[in-house]
């Protein structure tokens, strides 16, 4: 006990020289020095995260919530989901778990197509979600595109409250999807994408599916408090039968590189985005990096998508010797199956993705 009470003592003391340097000095000291102050920030606010998501777990485990919190219930009925296909692109049909199998079929839904649900994080609305979607994949894809209407309940911080938010949203999702096998949706044709806490969503619903659907894409899954969730409680490879997880900040906005997925890509470092390095505030360089995934988001659905993954020795790999140049993929929403392993990205030499 001695020995680990000295050693966060010096961990806390350490993150707090770096915040120190960046407080007089700003963020100023080259990449090493930077990173390692960014990377610190996921252990400063340590002791209260995860307070929080021991909290979360006693709330799951004995279904009590916790006291002097407030509660946002969040039922089936409070999520709609919009179904766009090639005959509505552009006025969707509105579906919630539940619906009669009568309504599934008239609203156009085609169980011999593949479907993708989009689950979009914090902060983001339905209707940008809806517009990059349905301009950029629907015009290829002949598909059933559903997405998820959760603006109003996306305004939480992902500390308490918000985190047990992202895991009701999940039982809806799950439930929704079960009122699509009513009507033979298959499981091997559905993909699940998330954003953020939206990733996180889409994880804890792929969990509850048995037989696994087919494929999980998520980017920047959200951290905070499920940084110290076990894998059975956030996204982890078993979520589905092929898990595609794009980093693209771990310090503390998302899941730690240990997480990985049957493919996993890491973009520009997954710490700090370059449109983001103009910042000199920690927090601001975070939320920036975070976001900054969501443009990747946009550009994996492209057709002609330019983001270049290499197979590389994981985080922060920055040497040569880290990359196999000879082995390179290029990351869309749905990276081919058969592609496995670690995969770094660099967008820097990339104006559209860096714009």
């Not at 839904?109 to 993708?116: A, R």
Request: hydrophobic letters at 40%; charged letters at 20%.
């Amino acid at each position: 006990m001695k020995v680990l009470k000295m050693q966060i003592r010096r961990v806390i003391f350490s993150t707090l020289v770096l915040l120190l340097i960046k407080h007089t000095h700003g963020y100023q000291y080259g990449p090493v020095i930077d990173r390692v102050i960014l990377y610190a920030e996921q252990y400063t606010s340590f002791i209260g995260t995860h307070i929080n998501s021991t909290l979360i777990r006693l709330a799951l485990l004995t279904g009590v919530p916790y006291l002097n919190v407030p509660q946002y219930p969040l039922r089936d009925q409070d999520i709609p989901f919009y179904l766009y296909t090639r005959k509505n692109p552009d006025v969707p049909e509105v579906l919630y778990v539940g619906d009669s199998e009568r309504r599934l079929l008239l609203s156009g839904f085609d169980s011999s197509l593949d479907t993708v649900l989009y689950a979009h994080g914090y902060g983001s609305t339905f209707d940008n979600s809806a517009f990059i979607f349905t301009s950029s994949l629907l015009p290829r894809k002949n598909i059933n595109l559903i997405i998820i209407k959760w603006d109003s309940y996306s305004f939480f911080d992902l500390n308490y409250t918000g985190a047990i938010t992202v895991f009701r949203l999940g039982t809806v999702i799950a439930r929704f999807l079960q009122t699509l096998f009513k009507v033979g949706a298959d499981r091997k044709k559905i993909h699940l994408i998330g954003f953020s806490d939206g990733a996180e969503a889409v994880a804890l619903a792929g969990k509850q599916i048995y037989p696994r659907v087919a494929r999980i894409t998520v980017f920047d899954p959200a951290g905070g408090s499920f940084n110290f969730l076990p894998p059975t409680q956030r996204v982890s490879i078993t979520d589905a039968d092929y898990v595609q997880i794009i980093h693209c900040t771990v310090a503390n906005r998302g899941l730690p590189p240990e997480v990985i997925g049957d493919v996993t890509f890491y973009m520009n470092g997954a710490l700090i985005q370059p449109q983001c390095s103009k910042y000199t505030d920690i927090s601001t360089i975070g939320d920036c990096s975070h976001g900054a995934c969501g443009t990747y988001l946009n550009e994996s659905l492209q057709e002609n998508s330019t983001l270049l993954g290499i197979r590389c020795a994981g985080f922060l790999s920055n040497s040569p010797k880290d990359y196999d140049f000879s082995d390179k993929v290029i990351l869309t929403y749905d990276v081919p199956t058969h592609v496995k392993g670690l995969f770094c990205v660099d967008t820097r030499s990339n104006s559209k993705s860096s714009n």
